[in-house]
Structure formats: C-alpha cells, structure tokens
C-alpha cells in the first residue's frame, strides 16, 4: 500500500518535471539573426584581446580585471568603430564582446559569454534610447538601464568603448 502510494508520487514528479522541462527548453530559440554569425565579422581584437581594466570603468562586469575579451563588429558598424571621433553609428550597427573568466579559458575557448550592442536608431543627436543592449548569444536585445547606465560614461562617443582611438591607444602600450 505504502509503496504504491510512493510510486504514484513519483510518477506525479517525474511527470510534472517533464512537463516544466518542456516549457522552459521548447521551443528552441535560434540567436537573434542580426548577431548569430558574429564570428565572421571583424574582431577588432585581433591583435589582442581586452583584459585589466583599461577604461577604469568596469567594476565587476565583463568577467572583471581578469578577464579576456574580445570584440567583433558587423560591417554595418565597422568604419564608424575603426575610424576616429567624433562616433556616430549608423542604424543596424551591432557590437559584440565575447568574454573569458582567464587567459586559460580564451585560450581554450572555454564558457564565452556575451554581451551585445545594438544601434536599433539613428540620429544626429547620441542618445542611450538610440541602443538596445542583451547579455547572451541567446538573449534578446532591449532597453538596459544596467547597461547604458555605464556606457553612458562613453556617451559623447556614442555609448562605445572600444573604438578607434582606444584601440591605438592599447596598442600603443602593447608595444
Ligand atoms: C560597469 C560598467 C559597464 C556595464 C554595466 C556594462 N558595460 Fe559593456 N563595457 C564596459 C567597458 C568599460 C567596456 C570597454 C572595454 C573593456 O574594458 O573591456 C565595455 C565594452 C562593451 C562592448 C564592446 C564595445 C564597447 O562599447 O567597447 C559591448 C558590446 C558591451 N560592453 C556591451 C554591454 C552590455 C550589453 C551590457 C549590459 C548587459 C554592458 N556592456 C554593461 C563597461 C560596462
């Protein structure tokens, strides 16, 4: 008897489980089209990864001091990011930065996280409302006060970090 009563709640638990799994896991989510293939694009760099913390502005975020990062650019964004101030993107530039928690891990292309940028409008005036941010490959992209509140400190170079004077001027120090 008792033992009956312990196979129905297993079977209630296995069921439910199943049933949770398959809310969560169907349907697959394929990565937003405008930055699926962003290994193909340009990875500005090539030369060396970002690591330490070169703005002095990332506190704990894209995987910290010790992290390695790497950032690739669609070619819609492309110029823009390779050339000089001032920054204005055009609509549809996309910006990906792909993150190591070690040199070990980028090295081994272990765990990369992402974090991606997406100039959703264009206009004369740069404004954060112009950007729509996600966290992950899979994620979907939309306002972020967490991400354009700390990209703002790049404002007057249309909320990008890592463009062409700042590349020269890493490059600079590697050398
Ligand atoms: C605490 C500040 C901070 C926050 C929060 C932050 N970032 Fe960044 N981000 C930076 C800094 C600083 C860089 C510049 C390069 C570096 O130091 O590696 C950067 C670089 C990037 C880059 C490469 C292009 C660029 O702007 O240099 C992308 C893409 C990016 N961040 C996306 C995001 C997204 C998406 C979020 C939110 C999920 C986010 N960031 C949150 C500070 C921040």
Redesign the pocket.
Known sequence: MKKSVFITLGVIAASTLVANCSTITAPFRDADPRWADFKTWTKVTELEP?TG???G???G??QGDEGY?D?YVNDIAKEVLLGGAPYNYPAGSV???EQFASKADWEAGRKPGH???VKATASDELSKDNWV???SYKGSAGE?A??S???S??AKDD?????GD?LAKEAAKAN
Do not use: E, Q
Request: hydrophobic share 45%; charged share 10%.
């Open positions: 970002s913390n070169p703005t502005f990332l506190g975020v894209h990062r950032v910006i990906v930065k974090t991606i940028s941010w996600a966290d972020s967490f991400c509140g700390c990209h400190i790049a909320f990008v970090f890592t463009h700042f």
